[in-house]
C-alpha cells in the first residue's frame, strides 16, 4: 500500500521536473533567437547607415558639379569660379545625425570638419586651372579685386570669414596640424589671405 502512494506522489514530482526543463530549454532557445535577432538588427542598421552616409555624399557631389557645370558653360566666368569655391555643406559624414564632429577619412588622412565641407574639398572642377581650395583662394581675390572692386583689406577679412574651418575642435579627436586648412594654408608660404 505504501508503494502505491509514492509512485503516485513520484508522478508529480516527474512531470514537475520536466516541464521545468522544457521552460529552461524554451528560455535559452528564445534568448538564443532574440540574439540571433538583435545581430541581424545592428547589421541592418549598419548597412542602412553607410547606404546614407554614400547617399549623401552623391548628392552633395551632384550639388557640387552642377556648380562645376555652370562654371563651364559660363566659360569660367569668375563669378561662377567663385560661387563654386564658396559653396559650403554640412556632411553628416560618420552618421551620427549631427554635423559637430571631425573627420580625416573623407579627405583621406586631411581632416575637415563636418559643418564645412567646401565643394573644391569632395569634387574635381578644372576651367584652365584646377579650382582646388588653393587655387579657389587666388580665384577669389581676384573676383572681388576685379569685378567686384573689393579692396585688398577688406578682400582678406571676407576671404577669413568665407573659408571657415568648421566648429569640430571640440572632438575628442580634434587634431589642429591635420586640418585642411593649417596644412594648405600655413602662415609662411602659402598663408589664406590675397595678395
Known amino acids: 500500500m505504501y508503494s502505491l502512494k509514492k509512485k503516485g506522489t513520484e508522478k508529480p514530482i516527474e512531470i514537475f521536473v520536466a516541464l521545468f526543463i522544457i521552460l529552461a530549454v524554451s528560455m535559452l532557445m528564445l534568448k538564443m533567437f532574440k540574439s540571433q535577432i538583435d545581430d541581424k538588427q545592428r547589421e541592418m542598421e549598419e548597412i542602412q547607415l553607410q547606404s546614407d552616409i554614400e547617399q549623401m555624399l552623391k ?3 551632384s550639388t557640387c558639379e552642377g556648380l562645376c557645370s555652370e562654371v563651364t558653360q ?24 549631427s554635423t559637430t564632429d ?9 581632416a575637415v570638419c563636418e559643418d564645412a565641407v567646401y565643394c573644391p574639398q569632395i569634387t574635381q572642377c578644372s576651367c584652365g586651372v584646377q579650382l582646388n581650395m588653393v587655387n579657389c583662394k587666388n580665384v577669389l581675390c581676384k573676383y ?17 570669414d568665407t573659408y571657415q574651418p568648421g566648429t569640430c575642435d571640440t572632438d575628442p579627436t580634434y587634431k589642429a596640424k591635420r586640418m585642411w586648412h593649417n596644412i594648405m594654408f600655413d602662415n609662411s608660404t602659402n598663408p589664406l589671405k590675397c595678395t
Open 74 to 97: 559660363s566659360q569660367c566666368s569668375s563669378k561662377d569660379m567663385a560661387a563654386f569655391c564658396v559653396r559650403k555643406l554640412q556632411l553628416d559624414l560618420n552618421g551620427d545625425r
Open 144 to 160: 572681388w579685386r576685379d569685378d567686384q572692386k573689393i579692396s585688398l583689406v577688406n578682400s582678406n577679412e571676407l576671404l577669413l
Open 59 to 61: 548628392d552633395a557631389k
Open 102 to 110: 571631425y573627420n580625416s577619412e573623407q579627405l583621406g588622412g586631411i
